[in-house]
């Protein structure tokens, strides 16, 4: 069964992951994901939005992500309501300063602070609300 799904709108890499943590093929195509969008858009310009019921990335798979950043911080917003999810931003957060964790009631701030106009917006949540019914998941995207 999927455990994470990922898709990019304008400079913007979106993630969805249920209550489980990826699997290794799942990781592997994120990373191919943002390694594509960096290269497309540079670190300074791409974006990272995650929704997460409580599933998340493993130490080595966090690891990844930091060297592909190689000590370059890239805004990144994860909403979540999920205690264990606050540990792994402040892990990841001594690497990338720019990551910032929101609960599901202040999505709206997740997008603020990521600079995502109204009009992306619209198509930003289409996209999550996407990657959720494909994991089967049927609340809104932040929850």
């Not at 195509?29 to 974006?47: F, H, K, N, Q, S």
């Not at 990657?131 to 998941?137: F, I, N, R, V």
Request: aromatic fraction near 6%; proline fraction near 5%.
């Amino acid at each position: 069964m999927k455990t994470m799904a990922c898709d990019t709108v304008g400079t913007t890499s979106i993630s969805v992951h249920t209550a489980e943590p990826p699997s290794k093929e799942e990781w592997e195509r994120y990373i191919a994901m943002v390694v594509a969008l960096l290269d497309r858009v540079g670190v300074e310009r791409a974006r990272h939005l995650v929704f997460t019921q409580g599933g998340g990335p493993s130490f080595s798979q966090r690891q990844q992500i930091n060297d592909v950043l190689r000590g370059r911080a890239s805004p990144a917003a994860v909403v979540s309501a999920n205690a264990f999810i606050r540990g792994i931003v402040a892990a990841l957060a001594l690497f990338n300063p720019k990551i910032k964790v929101f609960r599901p009631e202040a999505v709206g701030d997740a997008f603020r602070y990521l600079g995502i106009s109204e009009a992306e917006g619209k198509l930003v949540w289409r996209t999550a609300t996407r990657l959720k019914a494909e994991l089967g998941l049927t609340s809104k995207p932040a929850g």
